[in-house]
């Protein structure tokens, strides 16, 4: 059989391809790695008049001069021919700068098809583009879309078809006069002395040969823009507009009044966010109560293997709540903060954050993640999708594992409250403020000179797009779409994490389990960073879920059955009792360790999931994990000595 003609969708960051790739492939589509890269790999497929395409997304990228992690991996797919068609997305409110990108494809052998996306901005911006002058100026077919509107994609799929059918390349010829009439090139000698190949024109060898140069490669650049300009003389007319900022956008952008306004906003799309989500996680943490039982009497009937029935009765309903619950929070997260991008408002964020964020190697649009993530750490790691640059977007994630989430803040002052009293939680509070920052600095320092390259993570260029009433129909489905994919890719993972985790703590010795016997075998070691073999088991189940950490170190020290405290989803709260027992067993000392540790240590189960599916990276996970265990034990180490010197009594 033959195979499915393939179709790369090439463009700059916010270009709009991921829409098009997500809209065209629905669930038919595979996102994993680049081989040896952290950067995204998109594969989907679509049929049209019973024919399948195969279709992929390339890593945004500003050109082909392979110097970022997505320019080399985008500049290599597209040298190995395995495209069939490239679909070349330009940003037609932007056209001065999305068109650098199709200037560095002209003189490339693959048939190529322009995509003007965002025409319905353009329109509000007063461009008005010549699509038939376009087209009979690069050669190629051409057609204004808006990948918002669901109505323009059988159009879409028509003209790319009629573009494999009826193949075209790039006109290169207006663009390489530019190049000859220079008088400081010999242009045409240089094209002369390159041999064509499958892959390159003469005038493209001729060009990357120029470029090989500081000098080349600035020279190339400015026929590269001269060529832009002269091909919008032609095709486009602009009204007059006007450029002064409106009233709101000054404040929006002032150094002090925009970085308020944002947070307000953000907070606002946050508190929007648990308004939709709240009554799916309500239905969520109902599921335990209602199905527990009866699958308990069944399986007790037909006298099913007891380990079995707990692992059934008890860990799966829970696994399945705490999953429908994160996809729910996922689900409200990224409706709310897609109405922020698509009314325009995000790159205000990006421009107003982006000085303070470089001082962590990251742009403007990382601190919507990081604020997000005192909320949720998962909602904080899906945030990080609005993120171009892939280096800079899994920093954010693992710089999202160093704040504290709701249900740390919540636990932490909790527990203060019973050992130090109100003035000592206060004391503790911002004790863990100032930790945080300088965990964030940290983290920093140490990830980002791996995973972020220097020549592309200079700050942010944009031109600010206008407001715009938000597309429903666009933003739902894009919701559901990443909700659903959210729930069936974490599920498998927290499946397999609590499997694991039960397996460990279930009694299969009698009244021990194998992490009761681990726990106090290690003790001795345990005990130089304060925690006792119970504490170190809370520990470690509160990577699971930190809701479970009061009932599992309540359990341990009461020897009653840490499995239900392990997976009862609503185990946050302290009773009376446990406020008497938790200071005749634990030490000061051994708590202001234990508090430290806990609110930095690797973040729950759904979180490392979540960061998975978004990164694909089984590498940097592992690094990250081992990071934070590390990071969180040395905190422990030294607040529980300090502790020492402070109540030596």
Known sequence: MNKPPVIALLGQPNSGKSTIFNMMTGSHQHVGNWPGKTVECKEGSFAY???????????????????????????????????????????????????Y???????????????????????????????????????????????????????????????LENPHTVSTDMMMDFYKQDPSLSFQTLIDSQAEDDIYSREKKAVLELEKTDEGLMISGKHKYEYIDALLAKTVKRQDADPSLSKFDKKALGPHSGKWIAIGIIVAALSLAMIIAAPIMGLAFSIPSLISEPLKSFLTTYRVWAPLVELICVVLPNVLAFTISMSGFVLGVTFAFAIVENIGYMARISVVFNSSMER???????ICSLLMSMGCNMAGVTGSRVIDNSGQRFLTMILVWSIPCGSTLSL???????????????IIVLLLFFTTLGSLFIAS?????????????????????????????????????KAKDIFMRAFCVIMLVSVIFYLLSYNWFGSQSILTVIGQFIEPVTKTFGMT???????????VTKESLLGVINALYSNTDMINAAFNAKSMG???????????????????????AIVFNVPCAMTVATTFRENHSKKWIALSILYYLGFSIVLAFIFYHIGLCIWCN
């Open 445 to 481: 320092r140490i990830f980002k000179n791996s995973l972020l390259n220097p020549d592309s993570t200079s700050g942010i260029i944009m031109e600010l797009p206008p407001y715009h009433k938000p597309k429903w129909g666009h933003i739902i489905r894009t919701t559901l779409i």
């Open 49 to 99: 008049q019973g024919t399948t395409y195969n279709i992929i997304d390339l890593p945004g990228s500003y050109s082909l001069s392979a110097g970022s992690d997505e320019e080399q991996i985008t500049t290599e797919y597209i040298n190995s021919g395995k495209a069939d068609l490239i679909a070349i997305l330009v940003d037609s409110s932007q056209l001065e700068r999305s068109l």
């Open 574 to 596: 302290m009773s009376d009792s446990m406020m008497q027992l938790l200071p005749q067993v634990i030490t000061k000392a051994q708590a202001l360790g234990f508090i430290m």
């Open 412 to 426: 932490a002052p909790m527990l203060a409250m019973v050992f130090y009293g109100p003035v000592g939680a206060l």
């Open 101 to 163: 990108m199709y200037t560095d494809y002209a003189g490339i052998k693959t048939p190529a098809v322009l995509i003007l996306n965002l025409m319905d901005i353009s329109g509000k911006k007063g461009i008005h583009i010549d699509i038939d002058a376009f087209q009979k100026q690069t050669g190629i077919p051409v057609i204004g879309f808006t990948a918002s509107d669901s109505s323009q994609y059988d159009s879409l799929k028509e003209t790319l078809c009629c573009a």
């Open 533 to 543: 073999w119970q504490m170190f088991m809370a520990y470690i189940s509160s990577m």
């Open 360 to 366: 962590l190697g990251l742009q403007g649009k990382s």
